[in-house]
């Protein structure tokens, strides 16, 4: 079974995190969605608190953590610049796509994997 990662960060779009979620679980991929903060609490841009699947440092706690087909990020402000400024959601998009799995950016995010110079020599559309 395929595995994506949806990361939430403080002020994330709604809209964006749970419809990509719905849709990848309707078909069949197993998603886990990982807050960037230290509570699976996560509240999104118009203030709709949900919870995630865990934790991103209870994921990277994991000795044998399973590698994932994806990771994606929603966009929402200020969520994309929180996410930009996670070391770890950086250092873990960076090594998915030197291993050649998908990075994916919804909206504002795209900010995320442009700073980290990911979108060069590519056509990418960011709001």
């Known amino acids: 079974m395929k595995k994506a990662i949806v990361f939430l960060a403080n002020g994330f779009e709604e809209m964006e995190a749970l419809g ?5 679980r309707r078909g069949g991929i197993e998603v ?4 960037i903060t230290t509570n699976t609490v996560v509240m999104g841009a ?5 919870t995630a699947d865990t934790t991103l440092d209870n994921l990277c706690q994991g000795i044998n953590s399973p590698a994932y087909d994806a990771l994606i990020l ?3 402000m200020p969520g994309a610049s929180n996410l930009n400024d ?4 950086k250092e873990a998009l960076l090594g998915q796509y030197r291993e050649g ?6 909206c504002a995010a795209p900010m995320v ?3 980290l110079g990911l979108l060069k020599g590519r056509n990418a559309t960011c709001y």
């Open 32 to 35: 886990t969605t990982v807050s």
């Open 113 to 115: 994997l442009g700073g």
């Open 74 to 76: 929603p966009g929402g």
């Open 46 to 50: 118009h203030n709709i608190p949900v």
């Open 20 to 24: 990509t979620v719905d849709i990848l």
């Open 101 to 106: 799995r998908i990075v994916a950016a919804i």
């Open 86 to 89: 996670s070391e770890a959601v």
